[in-house]
């Protein structure tokens, strides 16, 4: 199949391109490379421009009448930048995300899925997983700009007799086992990053965010799935749009390893795998962290038949081997 991937230059987009083409599928490449990377494209089918670009859409949906589905990735994803710069994330996440999904409907690309997230959620109880009917409570405006934009799908898919999906990610960890791509953020703000540019560093001290919320250990929980696992769960709701007798539809499905762990067993982990010498304190709450919560995966498994295969310990093994070959990469020639 071939298959339009928005912001294919990303992490995870450029991950689930790698994953489309060992399983034999074509992808298109569209991305503004504003954050994405030029190295991710190379020798891929790419177009340059923005997704709400009329021009660069034009191009695209012309030069490739055969595309079966649209795999859209290109987001803003900074939390506290929306809570910033709201307006931005409105703008990017559903305006332009809206402008996408109707120049692919009217191309009569009929296959929609799209990149949510877990923070959609009302935090969890404790225990318990969350599942696609849980709470709702979208603290942030990108929380916020992802879920209408579910909505905007689900009510145009109808319109428009078209399939869409909304996968809802948890925390994406690890880099594509072969290596072609992974996290490429110079100074990340997110627990793995963090860990991984102190231990490439040699060592320094990573502090936790506050140990005083109601979990096992004191430290926010959350659910940690490899970016490869993630990956093939695009391929299996491809599979299943594509297969679906329904000609239209639109299904939000829990993408995560459904494992709670907190930061602390992060930690303890990432020093176990990494043997780095690092200091670890406890600081305050970060502002705006909840206790947290992982994900009920039932649908995804019962209906996709998708289920993680990767270990924690992987992904972070293959962050850390991911890290020291992206640095390496960008040395003049090469040079350490
Ligand atoms: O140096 C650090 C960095 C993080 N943490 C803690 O680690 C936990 C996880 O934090 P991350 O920033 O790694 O992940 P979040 O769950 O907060 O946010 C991520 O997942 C969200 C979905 O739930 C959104 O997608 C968001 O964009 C993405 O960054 C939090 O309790 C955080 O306070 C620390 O203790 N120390």
Known sequence: M???????????GRTVVSALADAG??????DSLVVGRPEFVEGQVFYHG??????????????????????????????EESTRLPSLYYTENLAKAQVLLQAALAAGVKRFLFSS???????????EGLREDSPLLPLSAYASSKLMFERVMADICREYGAF????????????????????????????????????????????????????????PMRDFIHVWDLAQAHLAALTYMMDSAEETGFEVMNVGSSVGVTVREFV????????????????????????????????AREILGWVPRLSLRQGIADALRWEQIWQDRQQPNGAK
């Open 268 to 299: 303890d982990t990432f020093l176990e795998v990494s043997g780095s010498p690092l200091n670890v304190v406890v600081g305050a709450r970060r502002p705006g962290d909840s206790a947290g919560a992982f994900a009920d995966t039932t649908r």
């Open 117 to 127: 997230t877990a923070a959609v959620y009302q935090a969890g109880r404790p225990g």
């Open 25 to 30: 599928h074509t992808p298109v490449i569209l």
């Open 50 to 79: 923005d997704i709400a670009d009329g021009a660069v859409l034009g191009r695209v949906f012309r030069e490739h009448p055969d595309l079966d589905a649209v795999m859209h990735f290109a987001a803003r994803i900074d939390v």
């Open 164 to 219: 869409g999906m909304a996968l809802r990610y948890f925390n994406p960890v690890g880099a594509d086992p072969a290596m072609r791509s992974g996290p490429f953020r110079p100074d990340p703000s997110h627990l793995l990053g963090k860990l991984t540019k102190l231990s490439a560093r040699g060592g320094g001290t990573f502090t936790i965010n506050g140990d005083d919320y109601e979990t096992r250990d004191g430290t």
């Open 2 to 12: 071939k298959i339009l991937v928005t912001g294919g230059a990303g992490y995870i």
